[in-house]
């Protein structure tokens, strides 16, 4: 559905009712006022409101079974009041005060993402709406939460603390793409709303991908709307360098100067680690340690190989390929006899894992981040968290570790924040009458 912001500002209707269902809605500048009804509105996945865009509203329905009105059933009028998306929700009661959200069209789990576009004009503001998921392309004032990253360390009385700038409440000017995304859990409702920001990008050009003002997560139940702000934090406990570890740095240079197969791949592994460190998702961060990691461990195989599980395959496949000699070409033989003992991943880091003695253990902890790796790159939906991000982190930094030939560092032993979850509960009551 698109419509435009006048039609946004008066509103749309949805409602899931066990019957066939009519409403006529009203509006009024003040409470008790006898105002026209307009109606009716008859599309339970979207009607448009026609009642002036006044602060508010009443509902009246009709149904051809009225003993739905005794079975559960939910009332959502969708609003722009301010240029801000406000959603109201009857549940079982249109007599009753409704539960009143703010950025969100409904209850569940949703990401709200607000991008700054200088570079991209529109004729006319234009909201897109498909099922729960909001686009807005809109000019002027925009509100919601702002967050700066903890990027100050102070010293007070011997006590090392990590601060910034005050966050909260606050307004931007300009042009702006806002969408709102739901979600099964948190992470799958930011990476769809970056998903919706790439269509866009793809769509309108990378003019529509711009710097990111606000980015917050919501979770709406019947009576209470929760928000959650993922406070970065870019700040490091500040420390002194040691002449040793310098000597370190100057020992390992060299590797990354040769143009061996590990060393290549060591010096690549590093690049995205480097690439990870600086990423701002939980999921860019993520891929790009992945991506080091997979980087180690085929080169390492390549180099080092054959892996046992492919020599044991070798000896299976070959007695079933003779078998079909006369029905297949050589080359088709050959492109199957390669598919089907060429090792999976988990074999690759299994044999890195024995070579170098580590815990077996690792072995299914790799396993695992192969799996939300794959689901990531392959279209499977996937939760990827900070704890995901540490785990991948830890991976590669052994690996690289190992490649350079490096022990025990003195900074691991530091103490890391990398982010600040701050949670907290919207003031609905302050919308229940506009």
């Not at 070959?318 to 988990?346: H, K, M, N, P």
Request: with cysteine.
């Amino acid at each position: 559905m698109k419509v435009t912001v006048e039609e946004y500002q008066r509103g749309i209707l949805f409602w899931d009712m066990d019957a066939k269902a009519k409403f006529w809605t009203s509006t009024s500048q003040t409470m008790g006022e006898q105002t026209q009804w307009s109606g009716p509105l008859t599309d339970p996945n979207g009607s448009k409101v026609q009642s002036l865009p006044y602060r508010f509203c009443n509902l009246r329905c009709s149904v051809d079974d009225r003993s739905a009105l005794d079975r559960q059933f939910q009332i959502r009028w969708e609003r722009l009041i301010n240029n801000v998306v406000v959603t109201r929700v009857w549940d079982n009661d249109l007599t009753g005060a409704p539960t009143t959200l703010k950025h969100v069209p409904c209850y569940g789990r949703f990401h709200r993402l607000v991008v700054a576009t200088p570079y991209l004009a529109w004729s006319e503001d234009t909201i897109l709406r498909v099922q729960n998921l909001i686009v807005r392309f809109t000019e002027g004032k925009v509100k919601g939460e702002r967050v700066e990253p903890y990027d100050q360390v102070d010293v007070a009385d011997g006590t090392l603390s990590i601060t910034g700038l005050p966050v909260g409440s606050a307004e931007a000017e300009g042009r702006f793409i806002e969408v709102v995304a739901p979600g099964q859990s948190a992470e799958r409702a930011e990476a769809l709303a970056y998903t919706v920001l790439g269509l866009t990008g793809v769509c309108v050009g990378d003019h529509a991908i711009g710097e990111v003002v606000f980015s917050e997560s919501y979770e709406a139940t019947q009576g209470h709307q929760f928000g959650t702000l993922r406070i970065p934090v870019v700040a490091k406990f500040p420390r002194e360098a040691e002449h040793a570890e310098l000597e370190v740095i100057s020992g390992t240079l060299p590797v990354l100067l040769q143009n061996g197969r590990m060393n290549r791949a060591t010096s690549l592994a590093l690049r995205w680690y480097e690439r990870g460190a600086r990423a701002g998702t939980p999921l860019d961060k993520f891929l790009a340690y992945f991506i080091g990691i997979e980087t180690i461990l085929n080169a390492y195989a390549a180099e080092h190989g054959p892996i046992p599980e492919v020599l044991d395959r070798e000896t299976r496949v070959e007695r079933i390929l003779s078998a079909l000699q006369g029905d297949f070409s050589s080359e088709e033989l050959g492109l199957a006899r390669q598919r089907l003992v060429e090792s999976t991943l988990t074999e690759r880091a299994k044999f890195y894992v024995v070579e170098h003695h580590w815990n077996a253990y690792l072995v299914e902890k790799f396993r695992l981040l192969a799996r939300l790796r794959s689901n990531a790159v392959h279209g499977d939906a996937t939760d990827i968290d900070e704890s995901r991000v540490s785990e991948a982190h830890k991976f590669l930094f052994g690996l690289l570790k190992a490649e350079l030939c490096l022990g025990d560092l003195a900074w691991e032993t530091l103490p890391t924040i990398s982010r600040f979850d701050l949670r907290y509960e919207l003031l609905l009551q302050k919308l229940q009458q506009q």
